[in-house]
């Protein structure tokens, strides 16, 4: 029987307190896809959040920029195990976007170009820790990330943060979106490791 | 650029799921109702699961994921799978 002296040949490598348990730190960007990539023109491209009642509130490109957009420097974490820190992204806070919405719904279905869905609950989309991100890494959003805009919630999996945005559904009850029906966790918390149902 | 496999690459994660080569098995997608071997699907592989798409309509057929204790399929998108003893 060996006898091992605990630090004999080296301290284990100390965890990153900024990654959450189970992630492995990138510095490139992986792309994930569940199907074809859209390309949308910010000429065609539109932005619609939907209420309770049925109305639209619609922004162009323009419009949506002419509310303002900022700097955000922020952690990614995906399900698949990478996470990506200090990230630099530009784009409109969606409290701004909800200033003149007004919903007694509390949970929202994200919707991208190509059909893809993922629910968050509104809270989670207000208070300074949502965007519709429009710029990543110096530069416009590619449209194999996601762009001319995708949805930025870097507390939750990346999953959630929708890319190809294209509209934001109020709804009454989470209804589970695209990943969340097939597997995926209702919420999605890196932190706590929220992976799967 | 993202890309996509034929339906052949399901084949490992569905033998622990049937007994027989679902790959083999004609599938009916339950959008536009193309008739196909499931192994003609769209597969994309570089996503939190797979997702096999029908060939002519992009509809999702199938999905699995893979949790590590569990498998998680749906065949939501086929309307009848058509599987030969």
Known sequence: MSFVTRGFSGRRREADPRLPPGQTLVQDWPVLSAGPTPQVDTADWEFTIRDETGADHRWSWDELLALGVEDVTVDIHCVTHWSRLDMAWRGVSLDKVFENVESEHEYVMAHSYGGYTTNVPLEDLLDGKAWIATEADGGPLDPEHGGPARLLVPHLYFWKSAKWLRGLTMMPDNDPGFWEQYGYHLYGDPWKEERYW | ?85
């Open chain 2, 1 to 85: 650029m993202t890309h996509h496999l034929d339906g052949n690459v399901l084949a490992g994660a569905l033998s622990e799921v049937f007994r027989s080569d679902v790959t083999a098995a004609r599938g009916r997608c339950g959008g536009c109702g193309r008739t196909a071997p499931i192994a003609e699907a769209m597969v994309w592989t570089d996503a939190p699961g797979l997702v096999a798409r029908c060939a002519s309509c992009d509809r999702v057929l199938a999905t699995v994921v893979d949790t590590g204790d569990r498998v998680i399929l749906s065949l939501a998108g086929l309307s009848a799978v058509e599987l030969r003893r």
